[in-house]
């Protein structure tokens, strides 16, 4: 092999977060009417399936400023009622991550476990190494790891872990 055919050979595609992180939007005038559109703007970028939209658009979303969090799911523990979310963080990466929260809602205690044990066997995997490269959060316990993967990979997390996220895949 010579020095120009190498210099030919082609490189292996460089590695990117699939979902990053959108910046946070101070001049947001987003109001619960207008949310909608930030809704539709995830369906489409997370490739949400058509099957399951009408249950996140029932979901109840409230625009509430100055929120303590980016978003947040009441009531505590069961997060079954409604999503609040701080307008300078209403964009499709923040709804993501609460609607997984959402979905995790509908896993069972073995189904948590197993999405553990399911976690270790892809860890290898080139884009869920990158994440936890980058991400500290994830670390934080379960749920937020579990909703991570789904905020950054979205539908280019490895196959096994769609299994975790009913009404998500
Ligand atoms: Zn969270």
């Given at each position: 092999m010579c020095w120009l055919s190498n210099l030919f050979k082609p490189k292996p595609p460089i590695l990117t977060i699939p979902h990053p992180e959108e910046s946070r939007n101070f001049q947001s005038n987003i109001d619960d009417l207008s949310f909608f559109l930030i809704l539709e703007e995830w369906f489409g970028k997370w490739k949400v399936p058509l099957s399951y939209q009408y249950f996140w658009r029932a979901r109840p979303i409230v625009i509430v400023p100055g929120?303590?969090?980016q978003g947040a799911n009441y009531p505590a523990l069961t997060w079954t009622d409604r999503t609040e979310i701080d307008p300078t963080w209403a964009n499709p990466g923040v709804l993501a991550h609460e609607m997984a929260h959402v979905s995790y809602s509908f896993l069972t205690i073995t189904d948590v476990a197993q999405f553990n044990i399911t976690y270790q066997e892809v860890k290898s995997d080139a884009l869920v190494k990158l994440l936890e490269s980058q991400?500290?959060?994830?670390?934080?316990?379960t749920t937020e790891l579990h909703a991570e993967i789904y905020r950054y990979?979205?539908?280019?997390?490895?196959?096994?872990?769609?299994?975790?996220?009913p009404k998500l895949f």
């Amino acid at each position: 092999m010579c020095w120009l055919s190498n210099l030919f050979k082609p490189k292996p595609p460089i590695l990117t977060i699939p979902h990053p992180e959108e910046s946070r939007n101070f001049q947001s005038n987003i109001d619960d009417l207008s949310f909608f559109l930030i809704l539709e703007e995830w369906f489409g970028k997370w490739k949400v399936p058509l099957s399951y939209q009408y249950f996140w658009r029932a979901r109840p979303i409230v625009i509430v400023p100055g929120l303590a969090y980016q978003g947040a799911n009441y009531p505590a523990l069961t997060w079954t009622d409604r999503t609040e979310i701080d307008p300078t963080w209403a964009n499709p990466g923040v709804l993501a991550h609460e609607m997984a929260h959402v979905s995790y809602s509908f896993l069972t205690i073995t189904d948590v476990a197993q999405f553990n044990i399911t976690y270790q066997e892809v860890k290898s995997d080139a884009l869920v190494k990158l994440l936890e490269s980058q991400n500290q959060y994830m670390k934080t316990n379960t749920t937020e790891l579990h909703a991570e993967i789904y905020r950054y990979l979205g539908e280019k997390m490895p196959d096994k872990l769609k299994a975790f996220y009913p009404k998500l895949f």
